[in-house]
């Protein structure tokens, strides 16, 4: 079960991360734009973080509507754990 998930937004296409209580990788998505709600609707209220840009507050919105919560990380804190991870 997905407790925290990840979104990398993009232009047309997203790639989802979603890990479970322990912290193991139990999902590792590429969504079209398209079909992102369809997606977020079937699965159960979780933890959502993304870098805030320009569309990351409509998509948290969307998100928090199908009862997510959805925490948006300013792109420096994006970057930086990019970098600790390679």
Known sequence: ???????????????????????????????????????????????IGMEACGSAHYRARKLQEQGHEVLLMTPQFVTQSVRTRI
């Open 1 to 47: 079960m997905i407790t925290t998930a990840g979104i990398d937004l993009a232009k047309d296409v997203f790639q989802i991360h979603g890990v479970d209580a322990q912290g193991r990788a139990v999902l590792r998505k590429q969504l079209r734009r398209v079909q992102m709600a369809s997606f977020f609707v079937n699965l159960p209220p979780c933890l």
